[in-house]
């Protein structure tokens, strides 16, 4: 049974992710090629290091992509793990979460969100573990510094940014410190990196590369009939298991119950963004975070054991098949 192997928390669940990754990695590892994206055009600080060791090698790129998609596969399980967001510990959320980014073939190829998303995973947990705390400053600066980061990566992410305000306000932390703290931690990856662009008299260029990412809008991919199709059935499990969650909400802890609030904003505010001409299909890996959250409750909340093996066959099988007519 599958769903009973990946649904706990044994050896065996851990030693298989690696495996069911690279099977539906096969395909971009396999492909001899490297798809431009808008991000390569005039790249962030971060992201033009990675792009000098990787440009021209395929290989190396969908190795990257593919070992930053397990660490975003354990990040996404520790954090629901550490919290407790489902009624047992499981790999189940992290095997759903690869899933969801393995639909699109292009989303597993190198892109800088791959290295924005553990970041704002750690971000998420700084602010987590933050709640109760009777000194929040130094993690709520922590996060923002982090998720600051990762938009030296991946400029678009500076729009989450919000976001991340919005988690301090729902766990009752925002105050004008802990407000404070964030934008200093916001700013000090920025500053860093001009000290390092003014170092080598290029500080006009650096200014230049930040406006270019910020504003233009990044769209390349044309959807088919098959990827329209793909997307509604993904985002109608989504928003049912959204559904679901909110009628199980009342008999959760608080804590539970806001900790699910900030996945289930995650997924409002990716959405909003694809409708946009400034995000494209880079977003889901970053969504995917907070689907796999809520679907993982969505399964486990299933009582009988067989509807559980079917909802998750058929997303798998679902998946497999965008991989091969999108």
Same mark, same amino acid.
């Not at 050896?11 to 539906?24: E, F, T, V």
């Not at 096969?26 to 991000?39: G, I």
């Not at 679901?244 to 289930?264: D, E, G």
């Given at each position: 049974?599958?769903?009973? +192997?990946?649904?706990?928390?044994?050896?065996?669940?851990?030693?298989?992710?690696?495996?069911?990754?690279?099977?539906?990695?096969?395909?971009?590892?396999?492909?001899?090629?490297?798809? =431009?994206?808008?991000?390569?055009?005039?790249?962030?600080?971060?992201?033009?290091?990675? /792009?000098?060791?990787?440009?021209?090698?395929?290989? &190396?790129?969908?190795?990257?992509?593919l070992g930053l998609a397990l660490i975003n596969m354990m990040a996404v399980n520790r954090l629901v793990n550490r919290y407790g967001l489902l009624n047992k510990q499981s790999v189940l959320p992290g095997y759903i979460y690869l899933i969801l980014v393995s639909g699109y073939g292009v989303v597993q190829h190198l892109q800088p969100v791959w290295f924005y998303s553990p970041l704002l995973i750690l971000a998420l947990e700084r602010l987590f573990t933050a709640a109760g705390q009777r000194r929040p400053m130094s993690y709520c600066f922590d996060a923002a510094f982090w998720l600051? +980061?990762? +938009?030296?990566? &991946?400029? $678009?992410?500076?729009?989450?940014?919000?976001?991340?305000?919005?988690?301090?306000?729902?766990?009752?932390?925002?105050?004008?410190?802990?407000?404070?703290?964030?934008?200093?931690?916001?700013?000090?990856?920025? !500053? !860093?990196?001009?000290?390092? &662009?003014?170092?080598?008299?290029?500080?006009?260029? &650096? !200014?230049?590369? /930040?406006?270019?990412?910020?504003?233009?809008?990044?769209?390349?991919? =044309?959807?088919?009939?098959?990827? $329209?199709?793909?997307?509604?059935?993904?985002?109608?499990?989504?928003?049912?298991?959204?559904?679901?969650?909110?009628?199980?909400?009342?008999?959760? $802890?608080?804590? +539970?119950?806001?900790?699910?609030?900030? !996945?289930?904003? /995650?997924?409002?505010?990716?959405?909003?963004?694809?409708?946009?001409?400034?995000?494209?299909?880079?977003?889901?890996?970053?969504?995917?975070?907070?689907?796999?959250?809520?679907?993982?409750?969505?399964?486990?909340?299933?009582?009988?054991?067989?509807?559980?093996?079917?909802?998750?066959?058929?997303?798998?099988?679902?998946?497999?098949?965008?991989?091969?007519?999108?």
């Open positions: 049974m599958i769903f009973k +192997t990946i649904h706990n928390n044994s050896i065996l669940a851990y030693a298989l992710m690696p495996l069911i990754l690279g099977g539906l990695w096969a395909k971009a590892l396999l492909t001899k090629w490297m798809p =431009e994206f808008p991000f390569d055009q005039l790249p962030m600080p971060l992201w033009n290091l990675v /792009l000098s060791v990787v440009k021209g090698n395929h290989l &190396y790129a969908a190795l990257f992509s600051s +980061t990762g +938009t030296l990566f &991946y400029a $678009k992410g500076i729009f989450l940014i919000p976001f991340i305000w919005a988690v301090i306000f729902i766990l009752r932390m925002f105050s004008f410190r802990t407000f404070l703290a964030s934008i200093i931690g916001l700013i000090l990856p920025y !500053f !860093f990196a001009f000290c390092y &662009y003014f170092w080598i008299g290029k500080q006009v260029d &650096y !200014f230049a590369i /930040l406006m270019e990412n910020f504003m233009s809008p990044v769209a390349f991919f =044309e959807h088919s009939i098959v990827s $329209k199709a793909y997307n509604v059935i993904i985002i109608g499990i989504i928003i049912f298991s959204i559904l679901s969650l909110v009628r199980q909400m009342p008999t959760f $802890k608080i804590i +539970t119950r806001k900790h699910y609030r900030i !996945f289930i904003w /995650l997924i409002v505010i990716c959405l909003l963004g694809s409708m946009t001409p400034y995000f494209s299909l880079e977003i889901i890996s970053v969504m995917a975070i907070g689907g796999a959250v809520v679907l993982a409750q969505f399964f486990s909340s299933i009582q009988k054991n067989i509807w559980q093996e079917v909802f998750l066959i058929f997303l798998l099988v679902i998946t497999l098949v965008a991989q091969y007519f999108i």
